[in-house]
Every structure is written in C-alpha cells, then in structure tokens.
C-alpha cells in the first residue's frame, strides 16, 4: 500500500518539476511575443500574434492580462472587417471565460464565433462552435440547450464527414444521456466514440472517453469497472501530459474508492493496474488511505490552476473521505468551503450533492436545525435540476392558450385562401374553352383546403395531446377555455412517495404511469430517483386511498417480477421502497411559459417522510392512510417512530 502511493508521489513530483520549467518557457515564449507584437506594422500579422499570444497567457492562468490581448484582438479585427480573425478572437474569449467559470459569458462568445463561421461557410469550424456551447450549457446545467448544439455539431460533422469530430460529438452526447438516467444509450454512444477515437490514436480524448464510462459505471454502481476506466485515463493523461486532466482523473480515482468503501459491502480488495504497469491488490481497510493519497495529489496539482470547479471537487472528496472516517466537524468545514464556491458559480447539481452531504454530517452529530437547512437547499437544488431536465423546451415551449391564439390566426389566413380560391373558380366557370384546366385548378385547390384543414387539425390534436402529457385532463380543459388555472385546496387526498433505494430506472416510471391510470391515480412529477404520485384530485374521490394502495401494490408486484427476471440472469436486482399519507394539499399550475402541475402542503412532506422510513420491498402508511383503508387491506403496526423533522408518527407496513 505504502509502495503504492510512494511511486505516485515520486512520479508527480518529477512532474511538478517539468512543468515548473514549461512555465518558464511559457513566460520567455509570452514576452518574446510582446515584443514581435511592438514590432509588427501591417494588422493581419498582428492579429496572428495577439492570438498567439493570447493562448499563451491564458495556459499560464494569467487571465486578466489574456483577455485585455484578445479584446485588441477583437477590436482590430473588426476594424479591418476581418470575419475570420475576428471569429477566432471571439473564441479564444469565450474560452478564457469557460476556465474562469463564467460561462453565460462564455456562450454568448461562442455563439459569436458560430455565427460569423456560418455566414462564412465553414462548417468544421461552425460544429466546433456549437460543440464549444454545448460544453458551456453543460456546465451551466442548462441541459436541453446542451443537447441541442451537440445534436446541431452532430449533424454538420456527418455532413462534412468529420470523423474525429464525429467521435467527440458522441462522447458528449453520451455524456448527456447519463445524465438523464438513460444508461444504454449512453454506453452506446461512449463505445461508439472510443472506437473512433482509438482508430486516431487521439490519447487525451480517449482518457476522457475512458473517464466518462467510468463515470457512467459508477453511477451504475459499478465501483469495480468505475475504478478500472478511471485508471485507464490516468494512463492515456500521463502519456498526453496534460495536468488539469491528470489531476481529475487522480480526483476520481479517489472519489471511486470512497464509492467502493460506502457503497460495496461485498468486496473485499481490488486490483488494480497502475501507470507502471503494475498491478496491485488494495484490500478494504486501505480504500480511504489511497482515497486521501489521491485527493492530496490532486489538491498539489491544482494549486496553482486558478479553476474554481477543481477546487470544488476536492474539497467535496476530502470532505467525504472524513465523513467516512466519522470526523464530522472536519467534513463540515471542508464541504462549507466547496459549497460557497459552487454557489458562487452557480453550479447547481455540485450545490445540490454537497448540501446532502453536509445534512448527514449535521445528523451525525444531531444537529437537527441545520441538518433540516441543509437538506431543505438539498430538496430545492433537486428540483431544480429535475426541472431543467425534464421541461423538454424542444416540444413544450408553447402553451396551449398562445396556440389557440395562433390558430385563430391561421383561421384567418386561411379563409382569404378560400376568398381567393372562390373567386378563381367563378373565374372559371366562364372560360369554357378551358374547362379540362379549370377542373384541373378545381382539384388543386380542393386539396389545398384539405392540406390546410387538415394541417390546423393535426397541429391542434398535437398540442392538445402535449398539453395533455404535462396536466391533469381536467385542469387542461381549463385552460383551454379560460388561458389560466389557478391553484385549489383539497381537503382530503392520499400522497404516494415511490423511491429507488440503488438507483433511478426510468423504464420503470413508464410502466409506474400505466399503472396510476388504472386506478384513477394522478402522476404529479419525479424527482430524481424518487416518483410522486396522488390520489383525489383533480377530481375528489372519496375512494383515493384505496386507489393509492391499489397502485402501490401494483407497483410492488411489478418490481417483484423484475426482479426475478433480473436474479434469474444474475443480475443485481433495483429495489423500491413506498411512503403513503392522506391529509390535505393545495393543487395548481407552476411555471409562466412552461407549465407544470405540483402539489404543496405538509402531506406531501409527511409523505416523503412515510418512503424514507420504509423498508426495501415494503409500502409503508401513515396512521391517517391506515385508518382509511384498515376494513380492507391487511397491516401491521410498525409503532411510533421518528420521522425526521415532524417528530413520533405511527406507521404501518401493508401486509
């Protein structure tokens, strides 16, 4: 163990060594351009050095000094009317933004660039731009608009048959697709780019492949393989020497033996191949030695990088690896200074990950105000995530009532069509000599009111039936009619809390949706890993908690089934566990331009609180479920027990 982490020190020191003198280089490489710069009349070749130049100072983090030559770059540029130079300027800011992390700024240069490389008619260059976007969207945690310049940089890449292009394109698009919970067709696209990117031998994009499978195992709980790929990327990024991408990788490698340690309670060593070729069996009571051997490692590398997502990374980690090691107070103050920082940022999926690590520190130490505080931020920046994922702006951008008014519009602009159409025919009808081309023009212009009618009708059923996917029917209707809905009390629903206790399966959720239909249950959103249903509305029913129990065993049995199939081909089963309350909500529409239907109040958070206290495989009711359903479905008194924040509740498992 101790050898282990020896060779790796030895071999990063060595390292620091080289690059202290790549700096060096880097400054006399930076003045020798300032002086070219001072020496050059004509403006085409001083455009060239700025641009040097620039992307120099920028790999020295020098940003302030970067910025203030590629802005002279930007302002000759456009002084000569010289598109091409100025396109380039126009990304070497928008890059200089990305590092910083200010990455609205960053795409509104981008997008510069990809407009002026359009006009011109350089495609390559017009897909690297819409790839560079994609990346400041992602990181933004815009991901629709992420998806879209990458789906965008796809297509003009095919056209052009950019096959380097093509491989990078896949990779992020794989990227996105883990993100939204839809695994296979990740993997498939990241198989797909490492096969390209090995045929060009492209190292650093292959460790970035590598790091993404890993990222995409670990998710899968996967900790084994998730180790392996993160050490095939170390290997590639120490053979392409590049820091940042040697620091992350030593970042994640100490995140998965953190994941290995919390999460496999099965394995006992693994064994792994380091950069020397060596492999070496690491057993459990070593994982969070080497996992803070890494985290250190990578923590000297990225002293001197200026970027603030690094630093975020490896707070996070050593804030996790003392959380493991039960040193509460450590891990608080380590993950306080990760979450200022990506609060400063904006990073609202790191926010999110570190307010709940930092909830189970304060609980730890039974701190229940701030363990209540960190974990409510945690619940909010979920939902907010959950919101940007699943608002699919491609599709539902236009609200039914704005429809309406376009089609009334449509209405309109088709019935001076049929004015004009009118008139044609009666113009006809006198010019007997041409009576085969009035019958011509007759069957002409028949199909025209056709295609019309029939074009308004199918954009109406199309918007209805996306109106229809988003909100209850009833609720729909409304707004229809009116162009608003708003919010309503009702006394008396049942709230079902569906949540994965390994991971989200969003298969599932379809199947879950069927079954909600079946029992006159209203599907209300997911969250995460988590499916939020409820049974009363928009319509009261007097028999909505026997729905829900309904539902819930349904679920329960469909989960059971799974996981038969799952054991039979020796397969790690998901399992699922169910919280069920009945009590009052307020029901309504949320959003101004993109519509969703939510429902508040303290049922909801007591129901939340019913799933959290349940067991894998079991449903568990609230005594206000139970009370209502007792006459028909067998329980069994769990007693009182505590549930975070609302104090004893007594609580029964469906039998």
């Known amino acids: 163990m101790s050898g282990f ?70 302002r000759l540029a456009e002084h000569n009317n010289n598109r091409p130079a100025l396109a380039i300027a126009f990304t070497d800011r928008g890059t200089i933004f990305s590092e910083q992390g200010n990455y609205p700024e960053a795409i ?66 794989g990227t996105i697709y883990r993100i939204q919970g839809d695994y296979p067709a990740a993997h498939k696209n990241y198989k797909f ?51 940042k991408d040697i620091a992350a990788s030593y970042l994640n490698i100490g995140d998965a033996y953190c994941d290995l340690y919390e999460k496999d309670s099965v394995t006992k060593e693994v064994k792994v191949e380091t950069t020397d070729h060596q492999s070496y069996v690491i057993p459990r009571e070593h994982w969070l030695d080497t996992a803070m051997g890494s985290q250190r490692i990578a923590q000297e590398m990225i002293s001197g990088f200026g970027n603030n997502y690094y630093s975020i990374f490896n707070l996070s980690g050593m804030g996790r690896i003392n959380l493991l090691r039960k040193n509460y ?55 907010t995530l959950f919101n940007q994922l699943k608002s699919e702006e491609l599709t539902r951008t236009r609200l039914m009532y704005e429809f309406e008014k ?56 199309r918007s209805d039936d996306l109106l229809l996917n988003i909100l209850p029917s009833e609720v729909a209707n409304e707004l229809k009619q009116t162009g608003a809905s708003g919010t309503k009390s009702f006394s008396d629903v ?41 049974g009363g509305l928009p319509v009261p029913d007097p028999d909505h908690a026997i729905n829900i129990v309904n539902a819930a065993v349904e679920i329960m049995d469909y989960m059971n089934a799974r996981r038969k199939v799952k054991e039979s081909k020796n397969e790690t089963p998901f399992q699922l566990r169910i919280g069920i309350h009945s009590g009052p909500v307020v029901a309504g529409i949320v959003g101004v331009k993109k519509y969703a239907y939510d429902i508040w109040g303290d049922s909801v958070n007591i129901a939340a609180r019913m799933e959290q206290n349940s067991l894998p495989g079991r449903i568990n009711l609230s005594c206000k479920t139970y009370e209502l359903i007792k006459d028909r479905f067998s329980c069994t008194y769990r007693g009182k027990i505590e549930a975070k924040n609302k104090g004893e509740i007594d609580m029964y498992f469906l039998d």
């Open 329 to 383: 107070h450590a891990s608080i103050a380590l993950y306080t200074k990760a979450y200022a920082i990506a609060e400063e940022l904006k990073a609202i999926d790191l926010q999110q990950e570190i307010a709940s690590y930092l909830a189970d520190n304060y609980d730890h130490l039974n701190d229940p105000a701030n363990g209540k505080k960190w974990y409510m931020k945690y619940v909010a920046h979920k939902d």
């Open 406 to 461: 376009k089609e009334g519009a449509s209405k309109a602009i088709q019935e001076k069509k049929d004015e004009a159409a009118k008139s044609e025919l009666e113009r006809q009808k006198g010019v007997r000599t041409l009576f085969q081309a009035g019958f011509v023009l007759v069957l002409l212009f028949a199909g025209v009111f056709l295609y019309q009618r029939n074009k308004i009708r199918k954009e109406k059923n």
């Open 494 to 534: 049942t709230v079902m809390f569906a949540d994965f206790v390994d991971m989200e399966i969003h298969t599932c959720f379809s199947a879950f949706d069927h079954i909600l239909e079946k029992h006159k249950v209203e599907k209300i959103k997911t969250i995460g890993d988590a499916y939020l249903c409820v």
């Open 193 to 243: 780019s490492l096969e390209l990117l090995t045929k060009f031998n492209d190292r650093q994009k292959m460790a970035l492949a590598y790091n993404n499978i890993g990222n995409l195992y670990t998710l899968e709980g996967k900790h084994t393989d998730a180790l392996a790929s993160y050490y095939a990327s170390l290997k590639l990024r120490l053979q392409a020497g590049d820091k």
């Open 108 to 173: 509104d240069n981008f997008q510069s660039s990809r407009e002026i490389y359009a006009a011109l008619g350089d495609k390559k260059n017009t897909a690297d731009s819409y790839n560079l976007m994609a990346n400041a969207f992602h990181l933004l945690g815009d991901y629709p608009n992420a998806l879209k310049s990458q789906l965008a940089a796809l297509k003009i890449r095919e056209e052009i048959h950019d096959e380097k292009g093509i491989a990078w394109s896949y990779n992020n698009i």
């Open 5 to 74: 982490s020896g060779r790796l020190s030895i071999l990063f020191l060595l390292l620091y060594l080289n690059a202290f003198r790549m700096h060096a280089a880097d400054a006399s490489v930076a003045d020798s351009l300032k002086h070219i710069l001072h020496a050059t009349e004509t403006d085409t070749a001083r455009l060239r050095i700025l641009h040097q130049l620039t992307l120099e100072l920028k790999d020295q983090q020098d940003y302030d000094s970067a910025l203030a030559y590629c802005n002279e770059a930007i």
